[in-house]
């Protein structure tokens, strides 16, 4: 039929512009017979493809949300030839980038190749794409990112975004990102927000920064209680980290009186619901903070050992 209607669309456009209006919602729909989307297919690249740039922007961004293989490429083939990429949101690229079609994923990373200072100005939206569920969209943004984007676009809240995945390559790649644009001002804010994240690899990596920013900060110190709380309840896993916060809250809290009572509220609390290993752990830090300073209130009596003289021994035998 198509070249029937290629004559009728020449002599009246009319009637193609309502044959493609008429025709299009099939597209969407089960297929009347094996092959119907197909045909269609054709028939509106073929002899009605004129008049598809009057399809409206929503039917396009229907289509590519269809089911159907051959209405997402129709609306593929409308939305390169009908909205500039400028028209399309951030957010709208990166579902570009997420699509099953491997040629929309490659036309989202060129609109990101083609509009870096769109993505720099808008990096909140941008790094997104890291979380893509596509491989080989999250290897784009990898090599992206690292090759775009400087220290002015790494902001802290943009790099504990980034961390902030659930993904663990994105999350490795945040854990690089801070490593390499960390900024001494921001110390305090990277603790802050690296020890609220929920895997145990950030939690272990914010203990790098507890030294430095958490010393001598009883109010800090407060603001973390519900991380070393987190870390030392972590079952058969985190032994580098609960070692480097037991070590921490145990210089800490020696150092004066306020400090040993934060300390020994949070180890008081973890005592009675820790393994062995690291309830001892903790029993020897309140023996200390308690040793140090006799008035702070821990959960430890001390009772007194009998000591059996060689005389005792004599008279039970």
């Known amino acids: 039929a198509q070249p029937i209607v290629q004559g009728l669309v020449e002599k009246h456009p009319d009637f193609g512009q309502n044959l493609?209006?008429?025709l299009l919602p099939y597209l969407s729909r089960r297929e009347a017979y094996e092959g119907l989307h197909e045909d269609l297919f054709q028939l509106f690249t073929g002899p009605l493809d004129g008049f598809g740039s009057r399809i409206d922007r929503e039917?396009?961004?229907?289509?590519?949300?269809?089911g159907h293989a051959f209405a997402q490429q129709y609306g593929f083939a409308l939305l390169q030839k009908?909205?500039?990429?400028?028209?399309?949101?951030?957010?709208?690229?990166?579902?570009?980038?997420?699509?099953?079609m491997l040629g929309m994923r490659r036309y989202a990373w060129q609109i990101f190749n083609d509009q870096t200072p769109r993505m720099q100005?808008?990096?909140?939206?941008?790094?997104?794409?890291?979380?893509?569920?596509?491989?080989?969209?999250?290897?784009?943004?990898?090599?992206?990112?690292?090759t775009h984007f400087t220290d002015a676009h790494w902001t802290p809240q943009v790099l504990v975004s980034v961390c902030d995945s659930t993904r663990e390559d994105?999350?490795?790649f945040g854990r690089e990102l801070i490593t390499k644009f960390f900024q001494e001002e921001n110390g305090a804010d990277y603790l802050l927000q690296l020890s609220q994240h929920p895997t145990h690899r950030m939690q272990h990596f914010a203990t790098h920064y507890l030294e430095q920013y958490a010393?001598?900060?009883?109010?800090?110190?407060?603001?973390?209680?519900?991380?070393f709380i987190t870390v030392l309840s972590q079952v058969n896993k985190?032994?580098?980290s609960k070692t480097r916060v037991l070590h921490f809250l145990r210089t800490e809290g020696l150092k004066n009186e306020a400090m040993a009572r934060l300390v020994a509220g949070i180890l008081?609390?973890?005592?009675?619901?820790?393994?062995?290993?690291?309830?001892a752990a903790c029993i020897r830090i309140l023996r200390d903070l308690q040793q140090q300073f006799p008035g702070i209130e821990t959960p430890l009596v001390h009772k007194p050992i009998s000591v059996r003289t060689a005389q005792t021994l004599d008279h039970a035998v």
Do not use: C
């Not at 009908?82 to 099953?100: F, K």
């Open 215 to 227: 010393a001598d900060q009883p109010e800090r110190m407060a603001q973390l209680s519900g991380y």
């Open 59 to 66: 039917t396009t961004l229907q289509l590519l949300l269809s």
């Open 121 to 146: 100005a808008e990096s909140g939206e941008s790094i997104r794409l890291l979380d893509a569920r596509w491989e080989d969209s999250r290897a784009f943004a990898f090599d992206y990112f690292r």
């Open 82 to 100: 009908n909205i500039p990429p400028e028209q399309l949101s951030v957010r709208q690229i990166i579902w570009l980038a997420n699509h099953e």
């Open 170 to 172: 994105v999350q490795a």
């Open 268 to 279: 008081t609390r973890q005592s009675a619901t820790l393994a062995v290993a690291d309830k």
């Open 238 to 240: 985190g032994s580098v």
């Open 20 to 22: 493609l209006t008429e």
